[in-house]
């Protein structure tokens, strides 16, 4: 069993910082792309970035210049630092990790979520 554990979220007034944490932990061989997701009240669940094991980093347009995921392998920590926040990026964060449970098996978790409010 996999769990991922995320932290950091809360309010903030636009133009502010914050920096969300996850933390995977369990039973498993390797930990593959690891990524953060965001669903806003009434939208669908979006991806913001994601980042390989070897650390080949992505995000949306939307967040570009602004949010920087990084992740420590060491510590199977996936982090997303988000600076010059605005009001639409208020939304519920999701980790995600695609998770190498044995030589032959690769399953998908998600964590429970954690609430970001920009506002002022």
């Known amino acids: 069993q996999v769990q991922l554990v995320e932290s950091g979220g809360g309010l903030v007034q636009p133009g502010g910082s914050l920096t969300l944490s996850c933390a995977a932990s369990?039973?498993?061989?390797?930990?593959?792309?690891m990524n953060w997701y965001r669903q806003a009240p009434g939208s669908q669940r979006e991806l913001v970035a994601t980042i390989t094991s070897v650390g080949t980093a992505n995000s949306a347009d939307s967040v570009k210049g602004r949010f920087t995921i990084s992740r420590d392998n060491a510590k199977n920590t996936v982090y997303l630092q988000m600076n010059s926040l605005k009001p639409e990026d208020t939304a519920v964060y999701y980790c995600?990790?695609?998770?190498?449970?044995?030589?032959?098996?690769?399953?998908?978790?998600w964590g429970q979520g954690t609430q970001v409010t920009v506002s002022s």
């Open positions: 369990g039973s498993f061989v390797s930990i593959n792309a």
């Open positions: 995600h990790a695609i998770v190498k449970i044995t030589t032959f098996r690769t399953l998908s978790y």
